[in-house]
C-alpha cells in the first residue's frame, strides 16, 4: 500500500509543485487539506479543490477553523492591541499555527504516514508549521519538499509545466496570503530595501476619493457593531468593516521584522479592519483605563504578539497573558467614531459611560472640585522631595 501523506494546501505555487511532487515522484497517496482563516470564498474553496485533483491529490477536504482562529486569537490581539514593531497586526504569523493544528488534527484523524508543508528554508513558516506538528503529532514524520530541495520559484513553474500542469503562473508572481486579519503580500519589490509593492499587487483598490464618518463600538473590548448596527457575529462585523474601509486603500503598510531564523524580512500587506479596530480599541482603552492597567498591557500584549510571531502560541503562558488580558477588558465599552479618507483616516472621538474624562473631580486645563490650589502646592513639594535631594547633594559635593 501507498503511504499516506497530508500536505498543507493552499493552491499557490509551492503547494501545487508539493502535490505533484510528492504524487508522481516519491509515489505517495497525497491528501491535501486546506485551512480556511477566513480569507477564502466558497467559489475559491471550489477553484482550490479542483486544482489539487488536478495535481494528483487522491483527495481534499476543506477545513474550516475561522470562528477558532477569532475566538483563540484574534480577540486577545485585539485585547492586547498587537501591532509587530508597531505596524503589523499579525496577520498571517497568527494564522499559520491555527492553520498547522488544522492540518495535524487531520492527519491524526486518516491515520497518516506523514505530513508536508510547502514553506522554503528561508522563512518563518517552516518553523511555524514544524514545531506545531511536532509537538502535537511526533510520532508522524514531516516532509519538506521545497525547503529540502531548495528550489526557486522558476524551477517550480517549469516543473509543472513539464509534468502538464497548465495554470496562470502570471499571477504566481506574488505570494499572497489572506485571511480574516489581513492579507500579505511577498513579491520581489519586498526582497529590496528601497523598493515597494506597486498598486496592483495589492488585491484592493483605493475605489473612494471623499471622507466618509464610520463608528465601531465595542462591548469588554470586543467589537460588537459597526455604524449602529450590532451582531454577535464578530466575523460577519470584521469583514463589513474591511469591505468598508478597504476601498479607501487604509492599512496598508511594509512590515519590516526579524524573523524566528535570524534574519530581517520584509512583507507588504493591507489590513484596514484590523488597522481601524485596533487603534479604535486602543484609544477607547485610552478612555476607560487607568494608566497602570494601560502600561502593564502594553507590555503584555507586546510580548503575546512576539510569542504568537515565533511559534509560541502552545507555551502555556500564553494562556496566562489572555487571562490578565480579558480582566483587562471589564470597562472597555463604548464607541469610537473615525472619519476615512482615501489612505488614511481619524480617530475623532469615543463615546463611553465608562469614560474617565467624565468626572466630578475637574476638568483638564480648566478647573478642579476635588483639590485645593494649597493641596496641589503640598503634593509638589512631597513630589519634588527626592530629585531636590539628589541635586542638594550633587552640588555640595562640588563645592567640597
Known amino acids: 500500500m501507498k503511504e499516506k501523506v497530508v500536505l498543507a494546501f493552499s493552491g499557490g505555487l509551492d503547494t501545487s509543485f508539493c502535490t505533484k511532487y510528492l504524487a508522481e515522484d516519491k509515489g505517495y497517496n497525497v491528501y491535501t487539506a486546506v485551512a480556511n482563516t477566513g ?5 475559491e474553496l471550489s477553484v482550490i479543490e479542483e486544482k489539487a485533483y488536478k495535481l494528483g491529490a487522491v483527495k481534499h477536504v476543506t477545513l474550516d477553523v475561522t470562528r477558532e482562529y477569532y475566538e483563540k486569537s484574534i480577540k486577545y490581539m485585539v485585547f492586547g492591541n498587537v501591532l509587530r514593531n508597531g505596524t503589523y497586526p499579525i496577520s498571517v504569523s497568527s494564522e499559520r499555527i491555527f492553520q498547522a493544528i488544522a492540518v495535524i488534527n487531520y492527519a491524526k484523524e486518516i491515520g ?3 505530513v508536508a508543508h510547502g514553506s522554503t528554508g528561508a522563512g518563518n513558516d517552516q518553523i511555524r508549521f514544524d514545531l506545531t506538528f511536532e509537538i502535537l503529532a511526533p510520532e508522524i514524520k514531516i516532509l519538506t519538499p521545497t525547503r529540502d530541495m531548495v528550489l526557486t520559484r522558476e524551477y517550480e513553474i517549469n516543473y509543472l509545466k513539464q509534468h502538464g500542469y497548465e495554470a496562470d503562473f ?4 506574488y505570494s499572497i496570503n489572506k485571511g480574516l486579519w489581513g492579507t500579505s503580500i511577498g513579491g520581489k519589490e519586498t526582497l529590496n530595501s528601497d523598493t515597494t509593492l506597486p498598486e496592483s499587487a495589492y488585491p484592493s483598490q483605493v475605489e473612494k476619493t471623499d471622507e466618509e464618518n464610520i463608528t465601531i463600538s465595542f462591548e469588554k473590548g470586543e467589537i460588537c457593531a459597526v455604524n449602529g448596527e450590532k ?4 466575523i460577519s462585523l470584521i469583514n463589513k468593516l474591511e469591505k468598508i474601509a478597504n476601498k479607501f486603500g487604509i492599512g496598508r503598510d511594509m512590515h519590516i521584522g526579524d524573523t524566528i531564523i535570524g534574519i530581517k524580512g520584509r512583507v507588504g500587506f493591507e489590513a484596514a479592519a484590523p488597522i481601524l479596530i485596533i487603534n479604535a480599541h486602543k484609544m477607547l482603552e485610552k478612555h476607560t483605563l487607568t494608566k497602570w492597567q494601560q502600561y502593564w498591557k502594553d507590555q503584555l500584549g507586546t510580548w503575546y504578539g512576539m510569542f504568537l510571531h515565533e511559534a509560541q502560541y502552545l507555551e502555556p ?3 496566562d497573558i489572555e487571562k490578565f488580558l480579558e480582566s483587562s477588558q471589564e470597562n472597555v465599552t463604548g464607541t469610537v467614531i473615525i472619519t476615512l479618507r482615501p489612505r488614511g483616516y481619524t480617530l475623532v472621538g469615543v463615546e463611553s459611560d465608562f469614560d474617565l474624562m467624565k468626572t466630578d473631580f475637574g476638568e ?10 494649597d493641596d496641589v502646592k503640598g503634593f509638589t513639594k512631597i513630589l519634588g522631595n ?5 541635586h542638594n547633594v550633587q552640588k555640595r559635593n562640588k563645592t567640597d
Open 39 to 43: 480569507g477564502f470564498s466558497e467559489e
Open 112 to 114: 497518516a504516514d506523514y
Open 170 to 173: 502570471k499571477k504566481m508572481e
Open 231 to 234: 451582531s454577535d457575529d464578530k
Open 317 to 319: 503562558v500564553m494562556r
Open 364 to 373: 483638564y486645563g480648566e478647573f478642579n472640585k476635588a483639590w485645593t490650589a
Open 386 to 390: 527626592q530629585m531636590k535631594i539628589f
